[in-house]
């Protein structure tokens, strides 16, 4: 049986593993928190959860870095508490969560683990990109969650306005994990329907559909601003990314990886579509976006960049990106 890390237990941590569990993602987790009488709570919890369901093999257990050795997958969830009671966005916890993931890094790479990370610590392209730089993994064996949720925004507001299943929509969000996010609309794929047919007939307008990026981008604000946090959506998301790692699915899923050559700005990590399996992800051909999309992806990706080589400098990383 596998052995799955995980950095970080609080409310994501603990909704990935929930998820994890009900999708049968069979594996020995190992949880590590700043917090360790937390991090026993919770793995005593979750078994109490795995010995309640048929045929289950799940273990769970506290521990630490060392444990890493031997991990195939390691999740990290870990991030800095938000200043006060002022809601900040996920580029306001930048400097803070940057340092901590470099430690997390080091800490990681000291311990052995040359499993798949995944990281959801926000932001995450960015914390991606430093944890590679960091410990120096190959980077198709470094996963950020990317727009993975966005896309699953995206295909539940079509899914409503439609009154279709979400799983009966092909397409994704790409870009950054955040506001500066894209829908290549003309890509999305409805059985053999494109949007411009739902435009035709007049199902979806025009001003519906430049609508929907904008409410996906407000999505995680409104989520915020009502409970305080995000964690269902990315739990569950999390546990089906590593899903397709445990089970070799070779399926795609819109993640942030890092850019190869091809692309204006390569080197940094940003959402795209990627192949997954047991080895991490494979690159699709490059994405022949429209001439104002492919615009707009360079100018995200290019400022991305700068931020990114900004913070590294600020927490004394010696980066391979040009």
């Not at 800490?107 to 959801?120: C, D, E, P, Y």
Request: aromatic share 8%; with cysteine; glycine share 8%.
């Amino acid at each position: 049986m596998n052995k799955i890390g995980i950095i970080g237990v609080g409310a994501v941590g603990s909704s990935f593993l929930y998820a994890a569990l009900n999708k049968q993602v069979e594996a020995n987790y190992i949880l590590i928190d700043a917090f360790e009488k937390f991090a026993e709570a919770q793995a005593k919890d979750l078994n109490d959860a795995a010995c309640s369901m048929p045929n289950c093999g799940s273990t769970f257990q506290a521990g630490t870095y060392s444990d890493l050795k031997d991990a195939n997958i390691l999740i990290i969830t870990a991030s800095v508490k938000p200043k006060g009671d002022k809601l900040q966005n996920r580029m306001e916890l930048l400097t803070d969560n940057a340092t901590l993931i470099k430690d997390i890094a080091l800490n990681v790479k000291k311990s052995g683990f040359n499993g798949i990370t995944i990281l959801a610590s926000n932001p995450v392209d960015i914390m991606a990109t430093i944890y590679q730089q960091v410990s120096n993994f190959k980077p198709e064996r470094v996963i950020s969650s990317g727009t993975i949720l966005e896309t699953a925004r995206m295909k539940k507001f079509l899914s409503q306005k439609l009154q279709i299943k979400s799983s009966s929509i092909t397409g994704f969000v790409i870009g950054e994990h955040g506001e500066r996010c894209i829908i290549p609309f003309l890509k999305m794929r409805i059985g053999l329907c494109s949007l411009k047919d739902f435009l035709a007939n007049g199902t979806i307008t025009k001003e519906w559909l430049d609508k929907l990026n904008d409410k996906v981008r407000a999505e995680a604000f409104e989520i915020i601003s009502g409970k305080g946090i995000t964690n269902f959506g990315i739990g569950e998301n999390l546990a089906e990314i590593v899903a397709a790692i445990n089970n070799d699915r070779q399926s795609v899923h819109s993640l942030g990886v890092q850019l190869p050559d091809c692309y204006k700005h390569s080197g940094i990590y940003f959402g795209l579509p990627v192949i997954l399996g047991k080895d991490g992800y494979r690159h699709l051909p490059k994405l022949r976006l429209e001439e104002e999309e492919q615009k707009v992806f360079d100018e995200y990706s290019g400022e991305m960049k700068k931020t990114i080589l900004d913070v590294l400098k600020d927490i004394k990383v010696k980066t391979t990106i040009k």
